[in-house]
C-alpha cells in the first residue's frame, strides 16, 4: 500500500512568487492534515480536511495561504505571493477516522521550501 | 502549546535499551498519550499509544505511570537507525479535529 505522497519534494522560489504543493493521501483515507516547521521550531498544525471539507484551518498563518481538496482525494496548498519566513518543510498527514483519539496520522516525507 | 515537557536531548549505546521520559501533568481522563519520531529529513512516524494501559509493538514499549502524569517510550535494543527526535503528544477524543500538538522533542541519538 502506497503512502501519503508529497510533490514536490523541494522547492525553491523568489519572495512574491506562487508555489503550489500537493499531496496524496493513503488510499481510503478521509481525513487530510497539513503541518509545517519554519526554521527552530516546532511542527505546527495548519489545517484539517474531512473529505472535501475543511474541518478545522485554525493553523493558517494568513490569507497568502489556499488549502483545497476537490473531490476529496488529494489536496493542493498555495502559497501566493510567498514571504521568507514561509521557507520551512511541509508536511502532509491523513488517517481514516477523526473522531476518535486512536485514530493514526501517517504523514508524508514532506515539501521543502525555500523563498529567496 | 504542547501539554507535554521531555529532555532536549538523550544519548544511548547501540543495543541497549533507550528510555525516553515525558511529563505530562495536566493530562485529561480522556487524554492519550502518542509518541512519534522524525528522522532526519522524513516525515514523523508514528510508534505507538495509549491510555492508561501500558503497550508494546513491534518498535516500542510504552509505560504509563498510575497517575498518568508521566510516561516512558522504550525502545528495548537501539540501533543507529533510531537516531532521531521522539515526541511525545497528549491527545484528546475529539480533540478539536484531530490535530497533533508537537512540542520540541527529545533528541535521541544512537551511538556504536
Known amino acids: 500500500e502506497a503512502g501519503v505522497t508529497q510533490f514536490p519534494s523541494h522547492s525553491v522560489i523568489e519572495k512574491g512568487q506562487t508555489v503550489t504543493l500537493r499531496c496524496d493521501p493513503i488510499s481510503g483515507h478521509d481525513n487530510l492534515y497539513w503541518y509545517r516547521r519554519v526554521m527552530g521550531k516546532e511542527i505546527k498544525f495548519l489545517l484539517h480536511f474531512v473529505k472535501e471539507s475543511k474541518q478545522d484551518e485554525s493553523g493558517m498563518p494568513n490569507n497568502r495561504f489556499l488549502a483545497e481538496r476537490t473531490g476529496g482525494t488529494y489536496s493542493t496548498l498555495k502559497v501566493q505571493p510567498a514571504e521568507l519566513e514561509d521557507s520551512g518543510v511541509y508536511f502532509c498527514a491523513s488517517s481514516q477516522e477523526s473522531n476518535s483519539a486512536t485514530d493514526t496520522q501517517y504523514f508524508g516525507p514532506g515539501t521543502r521550501l525555500t523563498v529567496l | 502549546d504542547a501539554k507535554t515537557t521531555q529532555p532536549p536531548s538523550m544519548d544511548c549505546a547501540e543495543g541497549r535499551a533507550a528510555n525516553l521520559p515525558c511529563n505530562h501533568s495536566t493530562i485529561s481522563g480522556n487524554e492519550y498519550v502518542y509518541w512519534y519520531r522524525q528522522i532526519h529529513s522524513q516525515g514523523p512516524q508514528y510508534i505507538i499509544h495509549?491510555?492508561?494501559n501500558n503497550e508494546t509493538n513491534e518498535m516500542a514499549s510504552l509505560i504509563i505511570t498510575e497517575d498518568r502524569k508521566s510516561s516512558t517510550l522504550i525502545l528495548p535494543h537501539a540501533t543507529l537507525r533510531d537516531t532521531a527526535v521522539y515526541y511525545c503528544i497528549v491527545r484528546a477524543y475529539y480533540n478539536q479535529g484531530g490535530k497533533l500538538i508537537f512540542g520540541q522533542g527529545t533528541e535521541l541519538s544512537v551511538k556504536p
Open positions: 495509549g491510555l492508561k
